[in-house]
């Protein structure tokens, strides 16, 4: 299994892309929270990640709002569940932890799909962002809540001068 890495600036701070066997793996923002130790991302080489880093300058400029890369999504069959069904959350719009649970057909597995989402290895392009607390509110983000609130005001209001002007 080889493992390729590289790093690529966002309007949200440096993104660390990790390539397993040439797939994209993982999608990390700058002291994300269950983000692997450095040492597992393998040497440093752009080659694999060209339609990767063309989605994501072509989504931050607001002109990309689904992604189509292969993903190598790596977890329990449970947290691909949910990550699976993250990637069905229209871009713009948000669901709740217990809006994913129903969807799942487990609907007292809120609490559950909550720590699945939060181990989503491969973010921005498997939304978790837009998962949302029952009330409303912006809840847990591994990115932290700051990225969460700019990521959906982004979306939301069609883009970068909309986030601009909130920000």
């Not at 929270?33 to 931050?60: C, K, M, N, V, W």
Request: charged share 25%; with cysteine.
């Amino acid at each position: 299994m080889e493992r390729l890495h590289t790093l690529i600036d966002s309007p949200y701070g440096p993104l660390t892309l990790v390539a397993t066997d040439g797939v994209l793996s993982g999608l990390y923002m700058t002291e994300q929270r269950h983000r692997p130790p450095e040492e597992t991302f393998g040497d440093r080489d752009p080659a694999p990640f060209g339609a990767a880093i063309s989605q994501l300058e072509a989504y931050f400029e607001g002109e990309l709002t689904e992604f189509d890369v292969p993903l190598r999504l790596e977890g329990t069959p449970f947290q691909r569940t949910v990550w699976d069904e993250l990637r069905r959350i229209p871009y713009g719009e948000t669901r709740t932890y217990g809006e994913l649970a129903e969807a799942l057909g487990k609907p007292n597995a809120s609490r559950a799909v909550g720590l699945a989402n939060g181990k989503n290895p491969i973010g921005v392009i498997v939304p978790c962002h837009r998962v949302i607390g029952a009330n409303g509110s912006l809840t847990g983000y591994g990115g932290g809540l700051d990225r969460k609130q700019r990521l959906l005001a982004f979306e939301g209001g069609a883009g970068r001068a909309a986030e601009d002007a909130l920000f």
